[in-house]
């Protein structure tokens, strides 16, 4: 029995020692695909460099030819005019020549009228018949009367600038009377009434438009 084992322990080494090996084959080999997985993950900081050297990716966005934009500003100006019409003095100072002009509408149309008789004539035979400087400070307009206030400028310099003082009140008179709204006209300066405004005409109570001034 003894010898029997002593025979059979050759063969139990041997076969240990070439399971040992293949063991440890696998073993090596699981190791070996462990450091290539290992080896093949990659680096977070080489990621992220190469992110950051990528050009970032932007949603398309369709380019709006602005020959197919239609204009608001145009569209809203179309039929937004008013043709108005002022009193200048006529090339031989004798009375009133009529000029026409569109100025855009606005709720004081009154008052953007005065400022454009204010601001003077356009064409080359009229003369301004309201002294240079002159504010128009308040224009009320109430059951046919209109009130116009003027600063103080509309009292002075009427020599040096060869203006007639006749001329002032009823440019102004016949430039407001176009409106239905206005009956007569009043005017003061700076709030106050003054009875002329150098002299020679009566400003102190209500104006009736004088039509024989305008020369057409």
Same mark, same amino acid.
């Given at each position: ?13 041997? *076969?240990? #020692? ?14 070996? +695909?462990?450091?290539?997985?290992? =080896? ?14 990528? *050009?970032?990716? %932007?949603?398309? $966005?369709?380019?709006? @030819?602005? !020959? ?18 002022? %009193?200048?003095?006529?090339?031989? +100072? ?12 606005? *709720? ?8 454009? #008789?204010? %601001? +003077? ?10 002294? *240079? ?9 109430? !059951?046919?009367?209109?009130?116009? @206030?003027?600063? @103080? ?7 040096? =600038? !060869? #203006?007639?003082? =006749?001329?002032?009140? %009823? ?10 709204? $206005? ?10 009434? $003054?009875?002329?405004?150098? +002299? ?17």
């Amino acid at each position: 029995m003894k010898k029997s084992l002593l025979l059979l322990l050759p063969l139990i080494l041997a *076969a240990l #020692l070439l399971g040992g090996c293949g063991w440890i084959n696998q073993l090596q080999e699981w190791k070996n +695909g462990e450091t290539i997985a290992e =080896e093949s993950t990659p680096d977070p900081e080489l990621i992220l460099e190469k992110d950051l050297n990528q *050009a970032p990716s %932007y949603p398309t $966005v369709d380019v709006i @030819d602005p !020959d197919k934009i239609e204009s608001v500003a145009v569209i809203s100006q179309v039929g937004d005019t008013k043709e108005i019409s002022l %009193y200048f003095a006529s090339a031989d +100072g004798k009375g009133l020549k009529e000029e026409k002009r569109s100025i855009p509408k606005e *709720a004081g149309l009154a008052r953007a009228t005065l400022n454009q #008789l204010i %601001y +003077g004539p356009k064409e080359q035979d009229l003369f301004p018949t309201i002294p *240079a400087n002159t504010i128009l400070q308040d224009i009320n307009i109430r !059951d046919g009367l209109c009130t116009v @206030d003027f600063s @103080d400028d509309l009292t002075l310099n009427y020599a040096e =600038e !060869d #203006l007639d003082e =006749e001329l002032t009140v %009823y440019s102004i008179v016949n430039t407001l009377s176009q409106f239905p709204t $206005v009956e007569e006209v009043i005017i003061l300066i700076d709030g106050q009434p $003054v009875p002329t405004l150098a +002299g020679a005409v009566d400003v102190s109570g209500k104006i009736l438009p004088r039509m024989e001034l305008i020369e057409r």
